[in-house]
C-alpha cells in the first residue's frame, strides 16, 4: 500500500468527481428523457412547454425541498400532503375572513411550521418511529382541515379587496413569461442548496442521519436537527399549499391528498437512501424535474394518465434498482 | 488405522497415508478487504474426532477464517476441505447441510421469543413444513436435551434464559442439524467459571460422541486444559501447529504475540513511573454507579493513562459511557481538575473538553456516509462557521492538518470514510477528538481490528499526548495492549473496581486472576 498523504484540500471544481456524484446517473436519465421528449413530439422542446412544466413541478419541487432535510436525517414525513391542505384551508379562511392578503399567508405558513413542528416532538420526544407519527398526523391534519372547514370549499372571489394580487403569486408570470411559482421554487430551493450543502444545519443532517449514535456521541444536538427538519418539512408543505390556493383560488378539505407520495418520489429518484445520510438537494431537484418532464411527455403524447401512474412507479422502483446495483458493484470492486 | 469416513474411496485412501483423514483440511487459504489482507496462504488440518484450538491475537485472521469455516464469506483464494469433499459454494446453508459444518458464534443468533424447543428445532422441524407438530417438537427436544444431559424446559422462551445458558441451546441447535463439526468462537469470554465448566462438559460429551470441535479463545489454562492439537494465527498467517503434549502455554502465548512484544517499547521501560502524586486528578471518579457497574471510584492525574481492565461483561465499556454522559449513571460523582461534572453529556463534555473515542469504532464513531474530512472535523464545524454557514476552505486546511498530524493515509480528505482500513479510521478517530484539545482522553478499545503498524502509530501518538499533560483512560479487551501503554491499570470484575494495579509489576495471568473474580472470593 502506498502512503499517499495527499491532503490537499480540494479544488473547487473537479470534474471526476462530479461525474461520480450520484445525482450523475439521475442527471443523464434527466438528458436521456429530454432527448426522448424531443423525438417523441415536436411540441416537447417549446419554451412554452417546458415553462409550464416549470410550472406544474413547482409545488411538489418546494415541498421535496423540506422532504429531503426529513428523509436525509433517516426519518420520513407522510403528512406533508394534508399540511398542504391544512395551510390552504386557514390562508384561505383567512382572506375570506377578510385579513389581508400577507397574514393570511403567514397564518398559513405558521400552521404549516406548527404542524411540523408537532411531528418532530412526537419523533423525538417520544421515540415513536417518524413512519408511524406521520402516518398518524397525516390523517389528524387532514381531519382537522376537513374540522374547520366544515367539509365545504373555499372559493377567492376576485371582487374582494386584495384577493387579485393573491392569486397572482400562484398565476402571474414574470414579464409575462416565467411563472411566480417557478421562481418561488427557485429561490426556495437555492436556499435549500445552501442550507443542505453549506450550512452547520446541513453537515448535522448527515451526521445524524449516516450514524444517529455516532452522531451523538460528538456532541451533536440530534432532537435539534430532526425536529429542524420537519419544521421545513411543514413549512415547505404550506408554502406550496398557499401557492396551490393562488393559483386556483378554490381549495377544499381533500386537496392535496396523495401529494407525499409524488414528493417522496421525486426525493428517492434524485438519490436519497431512505435510511439517511446520504443524498443532495441537487438530486432532489433534478428527480423532480424528472417526474414533471415524464408526466408532461406522457401527456403531450397522449397517454392516458393512468398509464402515468404507472410508469411513475416502476420509474421509482428502478432508480432505486440502478442505484443499488451501482453501490453492490462498487463494493465488490 | 482405520478410515473413520463413510466416504472414504480409494483417492481418499491414499490422502490418508499419513493417518486418519482430517475433518477440515485448508489449504493456502486467502482473504483480503481492499488492501488489507486478513488471511494469507494459511494451510492446516483439523483432525477428525478431536478438539483443535485455534490461537490468535485479536486481529490475527481468527474470525476471518472462522466466516469462511461458516460460509459467511467466501475466501479470495485457496481451498477448504471437508472430510474429502471439497467446498465449493461459501453459504452458511451450505455449509451447515452438505458439509455438517456448523458455528456457535459470540453474538448468538437465537430467536428471542421463541421456544427452545422451536429454536433448536428450527428450520428442521419434525412433521409437516407449515404446520409443525408441536407435541413431536417438545419430544425430539426433549430426547436431544437428555441425550445432551442438558436439564432445560423445551418450553421456556429463550429470551428468560441467561447468557450461558442460551449458548448451549445454540449448542444443541447445532447437534439437531447433525452437525459434525462445531466450531465454538470465544464460547467462555462472557461465562462464569462454573458456567465455562458446564460448556466444557457438554464439549467433552460432544467429542467422545465423535463430534469433531474447533475452539478459539484466549484463555490458555482452558485451552491447555481441553486441547488435542493447537494452531496458532499471527498477522493473517498460520505460525505454529503443535499436539497439546508438545508445547507449553508460554511458548504458545510466544507464537501468538510473536514479534509484536518486542515491536512495542512499553511505558514502563520508556518513563519508568513519574510521581505524579501531587497534581490534581484531570480526572476524579468517586463511588460511581450506573448500569452494570457500581461504587466505582479512582482518579486519573494529568499525563498519566489508566487501564481498565476486565472481562467483556464487567461493566467497564457501560463505566466509560456513565463518565463520558454517553448514558445516564445512577450515584456517584465525576471531577474534572478538581471541578465536579454534573449533568454529564456529550454535548456538555465535548464543552469541558472530555474527549470519548468509542469502542464500537462503526456503530458509535464513524459517521459512516460522510467523508474523511467531515469525520475528522466534525468537532471544528461550530468554531468554523459563519452566521450558519460552514466555512468550507478554512475547514478543509483545518481537517488536512489533522489528518496529517495522525497520519492518515488517505488519497484524498474527499475520500468516503468507509473508504479507509481500520486503522487509518481509527487514526481518524482519535484526530477527531484532539481538535478539542481534551484534558482528558477516555478510550475503549483504542485498536480493535487495527493493524499492527497503525497500532504502533496509535501508541506512539497517546504517549506524546501524555507528554503534553494528557489525562487518558483506556479500557482494553487486549491485555498486552494494556500492559503495553498504560502507567496503572483499574481491574473491574461483574461492575466493581477489585484492583489498581501498576502495570509495571503486573502481568496478563495477574490481571486476569483479578478479572475473574478468582481472587475476590479468596480475599
Known sequence: ?333 | MTTLSPLGGPEDLRAQAGGTQPAIRIRGLSRSFGPVRALEDVSFDVPAGELTALLGENGAGKSTLLKILAGLQPPSGGSVTLFGREVDAYDPHTMLTEHSIAIVPQELSLLPDRTVAENILAGVEPGNRLFPSKRTMIRRTLELLSELELQLDPNTVVRTLDMATQQLVVVARSIARGCRVLILDEPTAMLTPAEADRLFALMAKLKAGGTTLLYVSHRMPEVFALADQIEVLRDGRHVASWRRSETTPEQAVAAMVGRELGQFTSRAELHPAADRSGSTPALAVAELSGRRHSGISFEVRPGEILGVAGLPDSGRVELLHNIFGAEKGTGGTVALSGRVYENRSPIASVAAKLAFVPGERRAQGLLTTMSVGDNIGVLTVRALSRLGLVRRGAFDRSTSERARALRVKTATIDQPITNLSGGNQQKAMLARWLAIEPTVLVLDEPTRGVDVGAKAEIYEQLFALSEGGVAMLCSSSDLPELLTITDRIAVLSEGRLVGIVDTASATEESIMTLATGAVASAA
Do not use: C
Not at chain 1, 491532503?7 to 434527466?30: C, M, N, Q, T, W
Not at chain 1, 428523509?71 to 383567512?94: F, H, P
Not at chain 1, 372559493?155 to 392569486?167: D, H, I, Y
Not at chain 1, 398509464?307 to 432508480?319: D, F, K, N
Open chain 1, 1 to 333: 500500500m502506498t502512503a499517499t498523504s495527499v491532503l490537499a484540500p480540494k479544488a473547487s471544481f473537479d470534474v471526476r468527481k462530479l461525474l461520480h456524484a450520484r445525482e450523475a446517473g439521475v442527471f443523464a436519465a434527466l438528458v436521456l428523457l429530454f432527448i426522448l421528449g424531443t423525438v417523441l413530439s415536436p411540441n416537447f422542446a417549446q419554451s412554452g412547454n417546458l415553462l409550464s412544466v416549470g410550472q406544474q413541478i413547482s409545488q411538489i419541487g418546494i415541498m421535496a425541498i423540506g422532504a429531503t432535510f426529513v428523509i436525509i436525517n433517516g426519518e420520513i414525513d407522510l403528512s406533508v400532503g394534508s399540511i398542504y391542505a391544512l395551510a390552504a384551508i386557514s390562508t384561505g379562511m383567512a382572506i375570506a375572513a377578510g385579513l389581508a392578503w400577507p397574514v393570511a399567508i403567514l397564518i398559513g405558513l405558521g400552521v404549516g411550521a406548527v404542524a411540523g413542528l408537532l411531528n418532530g416532538l412526537a419523533v423525538v420526544l417520544l421515540g415513536v418511529p417518524s413512519f408511524i407519527v406521520t402516518l398518524g398526523s397525516l390523517s389528524v391534519f387532514r381531519g382537522i382541515t376537513l374540522l374547520i372547514s366544515d367539509g365545504a370549499p373555499i372559493s377567492l372571489s376576485a371582487k374582494q379587496p386584495g384577493v387579485a394580487e393573491f392569486t397572482l403569486l400562484g398565476q402571474g408570470r414574470l414579464f409575462g413569461v416565467v411563472p411566480m411559482q417557478l421562481i418561488i421554487f427557485a429561490v426556495i430551493a437555492a436556499l435549500g442548496v445552501v442550507l443542505l450543502s453549506r450550512s452547520r444545519l446541513g453537515f448535522n443532517t448527515y451526521a445524524v442521519g449516516g450514524n444517529q449514535e455516532a452522531a451523538r456521541l460528538v456532541g451533536i444536538n440530534v432532537k435539534t436537527v430532526k425536529l429542524t427538519a420537519f419544521v421545513l418539512s411543514g413549512l415547505t408543505a404550506a408554502i406550496a399549499g398557499v401557492l396551490g390556493l393562488s393559483f386556483l383560488s378554490y381549495v377544499q378539505g381533500v386537496t392535496g391528498t396523495g401529494l407525499e407520495l409524488t414528493v417522496i418520489s421525486a426525493v428517492i429518484i434524485g438519490g436519497a437512501a431512505l435510511f439517511g445520510g446520504s443524498g443532495t438537494m441537487w438530486g432532489t431537484i433534478i428527480g423532480v424535474a424528472f417526474i414533471g418532464l415524464l408526466q408532461n411527455i406522457l401527456n403531450i403524447n397522449g397517454i392516458s394518465s393512468f398509464w402515468q401512474t404507472v410508469v411513475t412507479g416502476l420509474v421509482i422502483v428502478a432508480a432505486v434498482a440502478a442505484d443499488t446495483w451501482q453501490r453492490k458493484r462498487k463494493t465488490r470492486a
